[in-house]
Antibody
Framework: EVQLVESGGGLVQPGGSLRLSCAAS????????MSWVRQAPGKGLEWVAN????????DYVDSVKGRFIISRDNAKSSLYLQMNSLRAEDTAFYYC??????????????????WGLGTLVIVSS | SYELTQPPSVSVSPGQTATITCSGD??????VCWYQQKPGRSPVLVIY???QRPSGIPERFSGSNSGNTATLTISGAQAMDEADYYC??????????FGGGTKLTVL
């Protein structure tokens, strides 16, 4: 069974930093692109970042470029999101999501076939 | 930036067909997927690549995409289908984009 378990969320002051982790199990982590998607309380979904299987390609939504860094450790089957210079508008549930692939190639449209339960980040003074 | 527009809410009677739309510039040229999210739960993929159903998703869920509009259709909607639904597409200039979401009420 595919499992994605996020951790690392919490309360942080504006301008502060936080590192989120996602522990994956039940599948060969190194064969999949992975993503972070966030959802402000009571609001819609927003894609944040994704990373290729070997970490050689990364992409970010414009609002977090230069502040957030996505990374992975395939030996530990783990995904990370380093969040710096946090702002109030970064307050959200952060989900780890697996990108659907066909033999290692992400499906067109980058659908996410598995999601974690999310971890809540609150940016407030 | 690329934007996807969904109606905020849709209502349907049990057993009837629910239709949720997602609009975007030349959306028919992109692949669209749909997610279902129930309160307090994580999203679940119900349609990918416009009209493909993941294993385990009931046949009453179907999708289409043409022109500027993608559509999620739930034939014979059930009370358990009441949820928020999000469309998602990928664009070369803005990468991944989600629609604002549609709250489906079955009553």
């Amino acid at each position: 069974e595919v499992q994605l378990v996020e951790s690392g969320g919490g309360l942080v002051q504006p301008g502060g930093s936080l590192r989120l982790s996602c522990a994956a199990s039940g599948f060969t982590f190194s064969r999949y692109w992975m993503s972070w998607v966030r959802q402000a309380p009571g609001k819609g979904l927003e894609w944040v970042a994704n990373i290729k299987q070997d970490g050689s390609e990364k992409d970010y939504v414009d609002s977090v470029k230069g502040r957030f860094i996505i990374s992975r450790d395939n030996a530990k089957s783990s995904l990370y999101l380093q969040m710096n210079s946090l702002r109030a508008e970064d307050t959200a549930f952060y989900y780890c999501a697996r990108d659907s692939t066909d033999d290692g190639i992400p499906l067109a449209g980058h659908p996410h076939d598995s999601w974690g339960l999310g971890t809540l980040v609150i940016v407030s003074s | 930036s690329y934007e996807l527009t969904q109606p905020p809410s849709v209502s349907v009677s049990p057993g009837q067909t629910a239709t949720i739309t997602c609009s975007g510039d030349e959306l028919g040229n992109k692949f669209v997927c749909w997610y279902q999210q129930k309160p307090g739960r994580s999203p679940v993929l119900v349609i990918y690549q416009d009209d493909q159903r993941p294993s385990g998703i009931p046949e009453r869920f179907s999708g289409s995409n043409s022109g500027n509009t993608a559509t999620l259709t739930i034939s014979g909607a059930q009370a358990m289908d009441e949820a928020d639904y999000y469309c998602q597409a990928w664009d070369t200039s803005t990468a991944e984009v989600f629609g604002g979401g549609t709250k489906l009420t079955v009553l």
